[in-house]
């Protein structure tokens, strides 16, 4: 598998890069880490109770992003701002299974837009690209595909199928579940972000996910294409 980008989604302000784990065991649900997901969780809930989102540069740097490539800022909130905000709401984040919680953590922490897809379920390899509107899109939770317009940056394999739509909406086909083995994380910034603070957290993803289920890792730069 192979991760490339086309160059006009960097020219937008997108900023990308990728992590993969291979041969973890993703049934675990250890006890140190579910301590460690609790203080965590207690802790961004009250660096985050009064947060202004539009006075966090990463935050609203996704949503300069969305103005910038004509993507409407109300119906699309980005991935991180929304786990933010359901955290402040509900003080606890929805534990799934572990792979997901620990990308999710980070993700809180970071305020990057992160995303999880099993490597087995996707179809020769992945290229972060404008939609021309012909892609099939099933979204998580849907049962038949929803229509794609044209001209959004959406991550895609060589079925032409989206498996994240922005950094917005992940899919069916390569969600994480507990007998995935094999996965790739999107680690997505903006115009604010720096290239260090992307590094280091796909460096966290490797580490904290090998530490606990297992496996290896590696970052991925993807190639850049016209």
Same mark, same amino acid.
């Given at each position: 598998?192979?991760?490339?980008?086309?160059k006009?989604?960097?020219?937008?302000?997108?900023?990308?890069?990728?992590?993969?784990?291979?041969?973890?065991?993703?049934?675990r649900?250890?006890?140190?880490?579910?301590?460690?997901?609790?203080?965590?969780i207690?802790?961004?809930?009250?660096?985050?109770? %009064?947060?202004?989102?539009?006075?966090?540069? #990463?935050?609203?740097?996704?949503?300069?992003?969305?103005?910038?490539v004509?993507?409407?800022?109300?119906?699309?909130?980005?991935?991180?701002?929304?786990?933010?905000?359901?955290?402040?709401?509900?003080?606890?984040?929805?534990?799934?299974?572990?792979?997901?919680?620990?990308?999710?953590?980070?993700?809180?922490?970071?305020?990057?837009?992160?995303?999880?897809?099993?490597?087995?379920?996707?179809?020769?390899n992945?290229?972060?690209?404008?939609?021309?509107? @012909?892609?099939r899109?099933?979204?998580?939770?849907? @049962?038949?595909?929803?229509?794609?317009?044209?001209?959004?940056?959406?991550?895609?394999?060589?079925?032409?199928e989206?498996?994240?739509?922005?950094?917005?909406?992940? #899919?069916?086909?390569?969600?994480?579940?507990?007998?995935?083995?094999?996965?790739?994380?999107i680690?997505?910034?903006?115009?604010?972000?720096?290239?260090?603070l992307?590094?280091?957290?796909?460096?966290?993803?490797?580490?904290?996910?090998?530490?606990?289920?297992?496996?290896?890792?590696?970052?991925?730069?993807? %190639?850049?294409?016209?």
């Open positions: 598998m192979n991760f490339k980008v086309e006009a989604v960097l020219d937008s302000g997108v900023k990308i890069i990728f992590a993969v784990v291979e041969g973890i065991d993703n049934h649900k250890g006890e140190e880490w579910q301590a460690y997901r609790t203080k965590r207690a802790e961004l809930y009250e660096e985050y109770k %009064d947060l202004d989102i539009h006075s966090a540069p #990463v935050l609203e740097g996704f949503n300069i992003l969305h103005d910038n004509g993507v409407k800022r109300r119906k699309n909130i980005p991935a991180s701002e929304n786990l933010i905000k359901l955290l402040v709401k509900r003080q606890e984040v929805l534990y799934i299974n572990q792979a997901v919680d620990i990308y999710n953590l980070i993700s809180l922490e970071s305020k990057l837009a992160l995303g999880a897809h099993n490597i087995d379920k996707t179809e020769g992945v290229t972060l690209r404008f939609t021309d509107g @012909t892609e899109y099933v979204p998580l939770g849907a @049962t038949e595909p929803t229509p794609v317009a044209p001209h959004e940056y959406c991550y895609c394999d060589d079925s032409n989206i498996l994240c739509r922005l950094e917005i909406r992940q #899919v069916n086909k390569t969600a994480v579940d507990e007998n995935t083995t094999n996965i790739f994380y680690v997505q910034g903006n115009a604010a972000t720096s290239d260090e992307l590094t280091e957290t796909a460096q966290k993803i490797i580490d904290t996910t090998t530490k606990y289920c297992g496996g290896t890792g590696r970052i991925v730069v993807p %190639d850049v294409v016209s």
